[in-house]
Each structure stands twice: as C-alpha cells, then as structure tokens.
C-alpha cells in the first residue's frame, strides 16, 4: 500500500539537543511538507519542497531544517534554536499542484516533547 | 485579520440533526479548497475537495461562495462518528502551492 511514514511516533529530548524526524513516501509524489500542529490550532507550515534538491522556508521556518536528497525522503531536523519545540509534527505530499484533484496526504505524525 | 478562518466550536448536535459551519479566507486569489477531517491526535484525513458549483458527497456537502469568499460544510443525518474538528485548507494562490489552513470547527455529536 502506497503511503507516507513518519518515525518515530513519539519522541522525547532534552533542550539543546538537535533531533531529526524521518519522512518517506512511496506515493511518487513531487511535493512534500512538514506542518507543526499546536495544542488547540490549526497547521502552520515550517518547510516545502516541490522537487527534488529544492526547498523553500514556510511560515514558521527559524530553528528548522530540512533535505531532499531523494524523491521520497524528506527529513526535518528541529535544532536547539527553535524556542518552543515540542509539538506535533505532520509530514505530508502532494502530487504536485495542489489543486482540487491533487490534495495533500499526511503521515500519522510525530509527537516531539523536549524538557 | 487571519488568512483562513474558522468558528473553533464547539458545535454540539444532537444525532441525526444537521450541522453547518463556514470559514471565510482573506485572498479572493486562492485557487482550490478543501475540508480535512482530523480526530483527536491523528492527522488530518481529507474529507472532500470544494468545487466551484458545490458538491455532495453522501451526508456532506460543501458550497464555495467566492463573492463573500467563504466556503461551507454542512453535515446531514449526523452520527456520533461525525464528531471530530473539521478543517479548512485553502490554496492562497502563493508561489509553491502553499496551502494555508483554518483553526479548525470543532463538532460533537451527542446521542
């Protein structure tokens, strides 16, 4: 079955630590993203990427990277900058355009705590 | 103003009663529309895309009305499964397809 996956589900660290969250897709999707989801608010959109070796900041960018060496990989490291880290992390793609026939599909997310 | 936005609810409904809700989005540009449902602590799952003349999909319908540019849900014959946050996403017609979304409608269907 086609999907995306994210690892871990959950996940603890301690502050100033950097920590990578895994995304793959085996859709063949063009487009990935990464969404931060907090307690009681809507997504807001940290990175994207359209293609591959290519990516743009969102609106929540600073503290943030990301790569796409690989069409299904597309992995978020979440560095000791970023003030307020934990979170629910979405990863999601697209076909491309995200347009009425090509919305996004997520991946079942990763829960970040750090302390 | 926000770019997408949604009354977060909650809509509390009785089972079987029927339950509207809109959201209003800020960029008379914006391209495509679509309604995500997401349950507590999952992601969202898309529920179905919004078309410009409107559409049905078994109890859910969804209407654009791009003059006062707004989109809605409305839910028939509610089941105690509906309940859930309901959000809104729209293409803001930004460079990169970027989708934007809503806050989220949340909705409690009670027996």
């Known amino acids: 079955d086609g999907g995306i996956t994210q690892s871990p589900k959950y996940l603890f660290r301690k502050e100033g630590q950097n920590v990578t969250l895994s995304c793959e897709q085996n859709?063949?999707?063009?487009?990935m993203y990464w969404y931060r989801q907090d307690p009681g608010q809507g997504l807001r959109l940290i990175y994207y990427?359209?293609?591959?070796?290519?990516?743009q900041k969102g609106d929540i960018a600073e503290g943030y990277s990301v790569s796409r060496e690989k069409k299904e990989s597309f992995p978020l490291t979440v560095t000791s900058a970023q003030k307020n880290p934990t979170a629910f992390y979405l990863c999601?793609?697209?076909?491309?355009?995200?347009?009425?026939?090509?919305?996004?599909?997520f991946g079942n997310g990763t829960r970040l705590t750090v302390t | 103003r926000k770019e997408v936005e949604q009354d977060p609810g909650p809509f509390n409904v009785p089972e079987g009663a029927t339950v509207a809700f809109n959201c209003t989005y800020s960029?008379?540009?914006?391209?495509?529309f679509f309604w995500y449902r997401q349950d507590c602590r999952k992601e969202p799952k898309l529920l179905m895309s919004?078309?410009?003349s409107g559409n049905e999909d078994g109890r859910f319908t969804a209407q654009l009305n791009r003059a006062s540019q707004y989109i809605s849900l409305l839910i028939r014959d509610s089941k105690l499964s509906d309940s859930a946050t309901y959000l809104c996403?729209?293409?803001?017609?930004?460079?990169?397809?970027?989708?934007?979304f809503g806050g989220g409608t949340r909705v409690l269907v009670k027996p």
């Open positions: 919004v078309y410009s």
């Open positions: 859709l063949n999707h063009d487009a």
């Open positions: 996403v729209v293409n803001m017609g930004a460079a990169g397809n970027k989708l934007t």
């Open positions: 990427s359209q293609i591959v070796n290519d990516f």
């Open positions: 999601a793609s697209s076909i491309g355009d995200t347009s009425y026939n090509s919305p996004l599909h």
């Open positions: 960029n008379s540009a914006s391209q495509s």
